[in-house]
């Protein structure tokens, strides 16, 4: 929003101010965009559709929706306080969100029948409560596919951090740690003949595997619902789950969660796997039971961990995670590309305003 300050932009009648708003005079205003945060202001009145868009989010995804669209945003880049959200919604047609937002039957009353379409800039939705936009006929928008290569490519970074023990190395240089040459120290398995198991052959899945595919992996095997024709191309081995995680060097979660991947790792699943084995999540962190997971890192059952996601998020600084060598952890950045974030605001855009124009959505949820 800084940078639409430069613009000067006309406000509409309406200005809000620490999150509330309140009818004021119309005129040209742009310091109210430099206030960094709990700034919402509305924009661009004049017979269009009303939407609330729940944090700052890239210019060009906001200037195409300010064009078409009457728009109240939450310009902060924390998350909007559930009663600020309730208190700003009612009457909108469209919600503009982001993965950390809830959206449950609750917000969907706030927003009341007005409201037809919800456009969250992630490819995620479990945050969205479908039952209730089931219900109500309101349509979802999504971003898949935009931001399968940036979460690909972090991933195999996220990987080599855990493998080869980067994070480890970096702190040792920095804290004296670094003293003679040794043989053996920092080693970790190299992708070099390994087997890696994916967990959910989606997009991003097989993205994963094509980038791995040069580190001479040996074998690939992926785990889900269906067996996918494209799989043959890596090639990968269609197993059942169990088999995967006994066989696997590196398991590698990339599936969505849903109630049948919630809590899918647990004790029971990390002993079952090598003592040898990385295990690497970019889903969800609900897909890993936090406590069984530092059970076996801390007694051996299996070598490290690297997370992208994690419960809560962020991870509070003093959680027993964030205490081990063998666990890294990223602050959920797998599609923090510029390019990637910038097209993602766009494309939540183009199905917001696709579903509050009753067109078909670039991409849209199959309710
Ligand atoms: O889009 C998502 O669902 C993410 O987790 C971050 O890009």
């Not at 999150?19 to 661009?44: E, Q």
């Not at 785990?223 to 191309?233: C, H, V």
């Not at 398991?251 to 990390?270: D, E, I, R």
């Not at 602050?331 to 917001?352: C, F, K, V, Y």
Request: hydrophobic fraction near 40%; charged fraction near 20%.
């Amino acid at each position: 929003m800084q940078r639409t300050a430069a613009i000067g932009l006309r406000l509409s009648a309406r200005v809000c101010y620490r999150g509330f708003s309140v009818r004021k005079a119309t005129g040209i205003c742009s310091s109210i965009f430099t206030s960094s945060k709990v700034t919402a202001v509305n924009m661009n009145s004049g017979g269009k559709p009303r939407v609330y868009v729940t944090r700052r989010i890239p210019k060009e995804g906001l200037d195409l929706l300010s064009k078409e669209c009457e728009v109240s945003i939450w310009d902060s880049d924390d998350a909007v306080p559930q009663d600020v959200l309730l208190k700003n919604i009612p009457g909108i047609s469209g919600l503009y969100c982001l993965l950390s937002d809830r959206i449950d039957g609750a917000v969907m009353d706030a927003a009341g029948p007005s409201l037809k379409a919800i456009s969250t800039l992630s490819v995620g939705y479990d945050h969205i409560n479908l039952d209730e936009c089931r219900k109500r006929g309101i349509r979802i928008g999504y971003t898949p596919g935009i931001l399968t290569d940036a979460t690909a490519e972090l991933t195999v970074g996220l990987l080599l951090t855990t493998s080869r023990r980067l994070a480890e190395g970096v702190t040792n240089v920095k804290n004296g740690g670094w003293g003679t040459w040794k043989p053996m120290w920092l080693t970790g398995p190299g992708l070099l003949n390994s087997t890696v198991g994916l967990v959910g052959l989606g997009r991003i899945g097989m993205a994963i595997a094509q980038r791995l595919k040069p580190f001479g992996v040996k074998r690939f095997l992926y785990s889900g619902n269906n067996k996918k024709p494209e799989a043959d191309s890596l090639p990968a081995e269609f197993v059942p789950f169990e088999t995967l995680v006994k066989e696997s060097g590196f398991v590698v979660v990339s599936c969505s969660l849903n109630a049948q991947t919630k809590g899918l790792f647990n004790k029971k699943v990390f002993e079952m796997m090598s003592s040898n084995a990385i295990f690497v999540n970019i889903s969800r962190g609900a897909v890993v039971n936090q406590d069984d997971l530092h059970e076996a890192l801390t007694t051996g059952q299996i070598r490290a961990a690297g997370l992208d996601v994690t419960t809560p998020e962020p991870l509070p600084t003093d959680h027993p995670l964030l205490k081990l060598d063998n666990c890294v952890v990223f602050p959920h950045i797998g599609s923090a590309s510029e390019e990637t974030r910038i097209a993602m605001s766009i494309l939540t855009t183009r199905n917001l305003l696709a579903g509050l124009m009753g067109e078909e959505m670039p991409e849209e949820v199959q309710l």
